[in-house]
């Protein structure tokens, strides 16, 4: 949880609170984890979380890519790319892809991924959560 706070504080406080009393997760807990460490304790994270999302009036069993963050001291050190020793979960997983939601700031910098086909930024997707806990202090929307 300290890892996610220090990560995600810089982007706005409201996004390091939700990690306050050892939570190290936001709406949901991940299946997997992948977590890479070094002297200095976690340095990368990225969770994993089965679910179904509606593709057109089909119910798709997918794979949510979330919770990820890189220490900002490692920032910059390619460390990002390490998430393809996720495909093999994924494989195990039985999904047909992987998803995850970005936002628009962040737009550059998950950009990087798709530049040798791992992955595709689609614009205009609209998301939305009926969890009534992903934002303890607003409504579900």
Known sequence: ????????????????????????????????????????????HMGVLRRYIKVGDVD??????????????????????????????????????AFGTVRQALRNHVGRFCRKGLANILTGVRVRSTLPDVYPDLPST
């Open 60 to 97: 798709l069993l997918v794979a949510e890519l979330g919770l990820y963050g890189v220490r900002p001291d490692l920032e910059g050190l390619g460390i990002a790319h390490s998430i393809s020793v996720m495909y093999p979960v994924l494989q195990q997983l039985g999904v047909p892809f």
């Open 1 to 44: 949880s300290e890892f996610f706070r220090k990560t995600y504080e810089p982007t706005g406080a409201f996004n390091g609170k939700q990690f306050e009393g050892g939570r190290s997760w936001a709406g949901a807990r991940p299946e997997v984890r992948a977590i890479g460490y070094d002297v200095h304790g976690v340095a990368a």
